[in-house]
């Protein structure tokens, strides 16, 4: 008899992947938030049981938890199953229908069934200039490193945040690490050849030496705009587009499969949008889903109000209403 696999990284994912040879592996994308998938597992552990699907290997992952594999395999909304043979993607289900995932496990757990790889298009991507803007944007002190606070890549990255940290001063961040197109695109838009590169309200205060500079005059604090209320700097926030997306990543470079399919319906829609990675800032994060009272991302607001994430998003297309929901109608 089967068991379905609860995998809790890239890693364990890929192992049992490299282990299953000519299998089938049926793959669950769930949430704990989502009653659907509480009732597709419970399936999916009836299914494990069945003797003739005793060669079928079937797993479990929590989509938010591992953003890697939620974006490779173009996850939009949970539950989705994902079937795979030979790590090859050879079928889908998009929703709670257990009715067809029983059939397409005996089809596909079938030695003759073939292979047959999918492709998702990718949005259009954003003009550079105006996703930089954007970005420099995107906080009130924000700061392009190599690396992370907790993990920076290079000294001169390792000390700045020290003393940003050491003065209390509460900033975002942007790993150029991961985006080499932001990362030589900024040099120029700047005209400053180096990172790190530290920004108050979408200008460049400059490097390491500029910082150390203010800091031995005590100009640093005020070069930087005051700390306001994280309430407070979340309603502005909310409000600084009619359209306001709160995502993982930016929209040339979506860090989770949700983000990326909400990111294509609103380009499909054509109604201007301006967006927020959550990923560049803890406290906003976690904030506005205390805020709005909505545990997961994205987030999509109208003039300042909630409409929802990705599955809202997806149901007022479907019934026409999108267009007119997005533009306060």
């Not at 009653?35 to 005793?54: A, D, Y």
């Not at 108050?200 to 700390?227: C, F, R």
Request: charged share 30%; hydrophobic share 35%; glycine share 6%.
């Amino acid at each position: 008899m089967a068991k379905v696999r609860e995998t809790s990284s890239v890693k364990e994912f890929n192992e049992l992947l490299d282990n299953s040879d000519s299998q089938l592996v049926v793959v669950h994308f769930s949430a704990v938030w989502a009653p659907q998938c509480k009732q597709m597992n419970e399936v999916l552990e009836e299914l494990s049981k069945e003797t003739e699907f005793v060669n079928v290997v079937f797993m479990k992952v929590e989509a938010e938890d591992i953003p890697e594999l939620s974006e490779k395999y173009q996850i939009a909304a949970v539950p989705t199953f994902i079937f795979l043979k030979k790590k090859q993607v050879v079928d889908r289900i998009d929703g709670a229908n257990a009715a067809e995932l029983t059939k397409k496990v005996r089809l596909l757990s079938s030695p003759t069934a073939g292979v047959i790889t999918q492709q998702t298009a990718a949005p259009p991507k954003q003009d550079l200039d105006t996703r930089l803007k954007n970005l420099l944007n995107s906080a009130p002190i924000l700061l392009f490193m190599k690396g992370s606070p907790d993990e920076p890549k290079c000294g001169f990255s390792r000390t700045i945040t020290q003393i940003l940290n050491d003065r209390g001063i509460k900033y975002s961040t942007f790993d150029i690490l991961q985006d080499e197109e932001v990362r030589q695109g900024l040099k120029k838009f700047s005209n400053w050849p180096t990172y790190p590169q530290l920004y108050a309200n979408g200008e460049l205060l400059g490097g390491l030496d500029i910082v150390k500079e203010l800091v031995e005059t005590g100009e640093l604090e005020s070069q930087l705009p005051q700390q306001e209320k994280l309430e407070d700097r979340l309603k502005k926030l909310i409000k600084r587009s009619n359209v306001m997306l709160f995502m993982k990543g930016d929209p040339e470079t979506p860090r989770c499969g949700f983000s990326k399919q909400t990111i294509g319906i609103l380009s499909e829609i054509g109604v201007p949008y301006d967006t927020f990675d959550i990923l560049s800032d803890e406290d906003v994060r976690q904030g506005l889903k205390k805020l709005s009272n909505w545990p997961t991302y994205p987030q999509i607001y109208v003039k300042g109000e909630l409409i929802g994430g990705l599955d809202i998003i997806k149901e007022l297309k479907e019934s026409g209403e999108l267009e007119t929901t997005l533009k306060g109608e």
